[in-house]
């Protein structure tokens, strides 16, 4: 059974930080693409940020480039999104997804969310 579990969430200021963390288990992590996505209220789900199954690539919304940081531990089965510089925009509940596309077989998993709220 995969079970992506998702932590670090909370409410901050804006121009402060946080660092999500998803830590994966019952899937080959190593394999898997990881990202983050976020859905705000009355929004669509969107892309924030993705890494390469071996950590060397990494891409991101343009809205959070600059600011935001993906990395991985494929020793820990773990996936990090580092957030600076929060704006109330960047207000979601953010999700961990992993993603593995091999022999025209999709695997898609996906994390139960973490709130994040930035406010003053």
């Known amino acids: 059974q995969v079970q992506l579990v998702e932590s670090g969430g909370g409410l901050v200021q804006p121009g402060g930080s946080l660092r999500l963390s998803c830590t994966a288990s019952g899937l080959t992590f190593f394999t898997y693409a990881m990202s983050w996505y976020r859905q705000a209220p009355g929004n669509e789900r969107e892309l924030v940020a993705r890494v390469a199954s071996t950590g060397g690539s990494s891409n991101y919304a343009d809205s959070v480039k600059g600011r935001f940081t993906i990395s991985r531990d494929n020793a820990k089965n773990a996936v990090y999104l580092q957030m600076n510089s929060l704006k109330p925009d960047d207000t979601a509940v953010y999700y961990c997804?992993?993603?593995?596309?091999?022999?025209?077989?999709?695997?898609?998993?996906w994390g139960q969310g973490t709130q994040v709220t930035v406010s003053s």
């Open positions: 997804n992993a993603l593995r596309i091999r022999n025209q077989r999709s695997d898609d998993y």
